[in-house]
């Protein structure tokens, strides 16, 4: 068969087209064998009565296809085989079900169904003729008073002349009831003639408007008209062209390959050059031990605020110490707690330890013990650890009230006795449980130290214009640096500097490297086409 | 002895899960499997005897007179058990309102007064040099005020963006909100690179240093 579309040969039974996919016809449309009724194209169930257009086994590939857009000079489609013969089987069972309920006798006449046979007997005996009496009470049984009077009709067709007349006034109704008068019909309408097919056979033959068959086969419901969509231009085009694509068959030359040997090596080269790269500008600098960082490092406002409220506590005073991190960023928070409590403990300041999550506590315990052991503090007279506390908004609270209820060395009689309040957070929500649940609800000053990734959450709330919710602030491995400088403790964030630095340069290589390859990738294309 | 112990199982765990540079592989899925089960099983063991035992069982085991409210959080807990069975799942709902309850409230109240009046005032800033404390800060203060406008309208759907001048003014300030939004992904994204490289660094100086002893 030819595509009527792009006009390639395809096989006989195909409906739709190998090359372009366009639907090659249309579906035949079928006239319904009970009633007659032409249907639509595709259409399989007679939208008037319901019948099904084919019969029942016959698969949808069997309905023939016309022509696209055929007209005159188009060759008739052929009637599919079956065709015929359902129609035949179809009105064979209409008339055998008609003459079975009224078969002609062998006089010609009608012969009664079976139902009504049980009819036969009832009022046809015959008897005398009943008086004007007995008539009167026979026509009902009805009381005289309840009987309609045998002049009825004759009074009812003068009554509308009677109101015409003015013979009849309008009854008087009170004004509530006034609305409900029934409205007069000037001119009353002829009723519109019955539509619909007449009756053909049977008893009701000649009258129209019947009901269709209905007790044996169900009339489907149409649809409803799909309501019309507002598309703009652009809109339509990209539509049109993303049903060209999707259309547009596959060329020959775009198979996808599997990729040959020489690339893959070439793409594993790549990452493997660039895992090269960022490990030697970690390790070198590390195992040189150089220090350029260390020399020329910027301090930062926020570290130098932070060490600055550090530096004003009073020895003796008492700073809650919140360690709420996982080893997942353990690697840049250690360092931070280990400079910030280092410079704690030299100032003298007592320090009450506490942690949101499990690891966190593990972790803190450690490190506190190790430079309690350093600067010679006692547990429960220079320092607390109180593990760990849950981590929703109840927690810093119940640790805040709880020591005051609990009264430690008697120097923590109520809040405002909380000199300080140092938070190393891991992620942005253990800060705001502090800010929200302590620092602002009793007005503590509190100072913070956070993983690089927390940064952008917690900067807004150092130094803001509204109050200073965070005195200082330290980020990352950069933050532990600045503060171990600044607090004259040299440890293993100022020695990782340098190789952060050569680390942070070799990505901002590799990543320029790799956009003006895509670029570069991307020009040759166009040139090529 | 036990602590060159300790640094061994750490060093091989860690090249263990650098190995994934490779490719997927069952050493790095052991590490991996062991992580997670031990922090599982750290967690478990911090609660019952950072939380459990001191807050709840001592308390009621040593005085159950004075301290009998305590039997009220631990029905409150036991009841939450039954959230297992399906059958029995409408016994823990009280628990859960009332842990709801009290986390919705003072999570609420926390947020008004911690984070959205004061971020609220903290927006309000002048951008005259004069009053904002010098040009830069005037700058710095331009920007602010426009990054949260515009991020605001871009979030404002409720207008029709070309029928009117309000609407056009909304589009206008959805773009340069887009542009502030995807400043601030750019950053947070270049802050997590950071992070990543310090935890390496980190790792890197314990392999050289605690392990092969090889830094001074």
Redesign the interface.
Same mark, same amino acid.
């Given at each position: 068969m030819e595509c009527p579309h792009c006009g390639a040969a395809n096989k006989p039974e195909s409906r739709y087209c190998g090359e372009c996919g366009q639907p090659l016809g249309t579906p035949k449309a079928f006239t319904c064998p009970l009633c007659d009724t032409t249907n639509a194209p595709g259409i399989l169930i007679c939208t008037e009565c319901g019948a099904d257009l084919i019969p029942p086994g016959v698969s949808l590939s069997e309905i023939p296809l016309e022509p696209v857009g055929g007209g005159e000079g188009d060759a008739l489609v052929e009637e599919p085989p079956w065709e015929g013969q359902y129609r035949e089987e179809a009105a064979a069972e209409v008339r055998e079900a008609a003459d079975e309920d009224f078969a002609l006798d062998e006089s010609g006449k009608q012969e009664e169904p079976p139902w009504l046979k049980k009819l036969d007997g009832i009022g046809t005996e015959e008897s005398p003729e009943p008086s004007e009496e007995e008539a009167h009470v026979e026509r009902g049984g009805l009381p005289e008073w309840l009987e309609v009077p045998l002049d009825f009709e004759e009074m009812l067709s003068q009554a509308p002349d009677a109101a015409e007349e003015g013979g009849v006034e309008p009854g008087d109704l009170p004004a509530w009831l006034e609305p409900l008068r029934p409205e007069r019909v000037e001119e009353t309408e002829e009723p519109a003639e019955v539509a619909g097919p007449g009756e053909v056979t049977g008893l009701l033959k000649g009258i129209r408007g019947t009901l269709g068959i209905e007790p044996m086969l169900a009339i489907p419901r149409r649809a409803s008209p799909t309501p019309a969509v507002a598309v703009d231009s652009v809109a339509f085009e990209r539509a049109e062209l993303f049903s060209e694509v999707v259309r547009e068959p596959l060329r020959p030359g775009l198979e996808l390959a599997p990729p040959r040997r020489a690339e893959r090596l070439a793409a594993s080269s790549v990452r493997w050059i660039t895992y090269l790269i960022v490990a030697a500008a970690v390790v070198v600098p590390l195992l040189l031990g150089s220090n350029w960082s260390v020399a020329n490092m910027p301090s930062t406002p926020a570290a130098a605020a932070m060490y600055g409220a550090i530096e004003g506590l009073p020895a003796g005073s008492v700073a809650l110490v919140s360690h709420d991190y996982d080893p997942g960023v353990a690697g840049e928070m250690i360092p931070q707690a280990r400079a910030v409590l280092g410079h704690l403990m030299g100032r003298g300041v007592r320090v009450v330890n506490v942690s949101l999550t499990p690891e966190g506590s593990r972790l803190s315990e450690q490190l506190l013990g190790e430079l309690a052991e350093e600067h010679q503090y006692v547990y429960g007279q220079d320092y607390l650890s109180l593990g760990y506390v849950v981590g929703v908004e109840a927690g810093p609270r119940a640790v805040v009230e709880g020591l005051v209820a609990a009264h430690w060395s008697s120097l923590i009689e109520e809040v405002a006795d909380i000199s300080l309040v140092v938070e190393f957070a891991g992620a942005p929500e253990y800060l705001r449980l502090w800010l929200e649940q302590v620092q602002a609800p009793y007005g503590l000053p509190m100072v913070a130290g956070v993983s690089a990734t927390a940064d952008p959450y917690a900067r807004p709330y150092y130094r803001n214009e509204a109050q200073d919710q965070l005195l200082g602030l330290i980020t990352g491995f950069v933050g532990a640096a600045e503060y171990e400088r600044l607090s004259g403790q040299e440890g293993v964030a100022l020695a990782g500097m340098d190789a952060q630095s050569l680390a942070h340069l070799a990505i901002i290589l590799l990543v320029v490297v790799g956009n003006v390859a895509y670029f570069a990738q991307r020009m040759r294309g166009r040139l090529s086409r | 002895m036990s602590e060159a112990f300790a640094v061994w199982i750490a060093a091989i765990l860690t090249l263990m899960v650098y190995s994934y540079?490779l490719a997927d592989n069952p050493l790095y899925r052991l590490a991996q499997h062991l992580f997670v089960g031990s922090?599982v099983g750290?967690?478990v063991v911090? @609660?019952v005897h950072?939380?459990l035992r001191p807050r709840l069982a001592d308390p009621l085991l040593q005085d159950p007179r004075a301290n009998w409210p305590y039997l009220l959080p631990l029905l409150l807990g036991l009841l939450l058990l039954s959230k297992a069975r399906g059958s029995l799942a409408w016994l823990g709902n009280s628990s859960m309102a009332f842990l709801f309850g009290?986390?919705a409230a003072? +999570?609420i109240g926390? +947020?008004l @007064?911690?984070?959205f009046?004061?971020?609220i005032?903290?927006s309000?800033?002048s951008v005259l040099p004069g009053s904002a404390g010098g040009s830069m800060a005037a700058v710095n203060n331009l920007l602010l005020a426009v990054g949260t406008v515009g991020t605001l309208s871009y979030f404002y759907f409720t207008m029709g963006m070309r029928k009117s001048a309000g609407g056009r003014l909304v589009k206008l300030g959805a773009v340069v909100g887009r542009w502030v939004i995807l400043i601030?992904f750019g +950053?947070?994204f270049g802050?997590?690179?950071?992070?990543y490289? +310090?935890?390496?660094?980190?790792? @890197?100086?314990f392999l050289?240093g605690e392990w092969l002893g090889?830094?001074?």
């Open positions: - | 540079l922090s750290y967690a911090v @609660v950072n939380v009290v986390g003072l +999570a926390g +947020a @007064v911690g984070s009046l004061p971020q005032q903290a309000w800033v601030t +950053a947070i802050n997590r690179v950071m992070t490289v +310090a935890l390496l660094i980190e790792r @890197v100086y050289l090889l830094l001074g």
